[in-house]
């Protein structure tokens, strides 16, 4: 039997509407509040519109898991401050203060990186 051609006389045309994909948890997130995961959404999706190159659908949820720890250890943190202030609700200085705290971190540890390459090729000469 001959194989069949489509036909091909007429363009195909989707009538489905394209939108941005819909949030999935396959682990579940009933413990996680939902105004909590649309930031990490829109989070996500301005870093991929902002990206150089095109993002795909896996990478983008990838980004979204990515950011959800990190953001909840970040909260966990502002609660934490918060409640060293003696006050039950975190507001923005709590924020301000753990994020000084991380970047003072941060640029210790590259400068102690920095400092044993330095001493690293002052050895080798």
Do not use: H, W, Y
């Not at 983008?60 to 720890?69: A, K, T, Y």
């Amino acid at each position: 039997m001959p194989k069949r051609k489509a036909d091909t006389s007429a363009p195909r045309r989707s009538v489905r509407q394209t939108s941005a994909p819909v949030r999935f948890n396959p682990c579940g997130s009933a413990g996680i509040p939902d105004a909590f995961e649309d930031m990490v959404a829109s989070i996500a999706e301005e870093v991929c519109k902002t990206c150089p190159i095109p993002m795909s659908t896996d990478a983008m949820q990838e980004l979204r898991g990515c950011l959800m720890p990190a953001m909840a250890v970040f909260f966990d943190a502002a609660s934490a401050n918060a409640a060293i202030r003696g006050s039950e609700v975190v507001e923005d200085e709590d924020f301000d203060v753990v994020l000084d705290s991380f970047k003072q971190t941060k640029s210790s540890k590259i400068k102690a990186i920095a400092n044993k390459n330095k001493r690293k090729k002052t050895k080798n000469k």
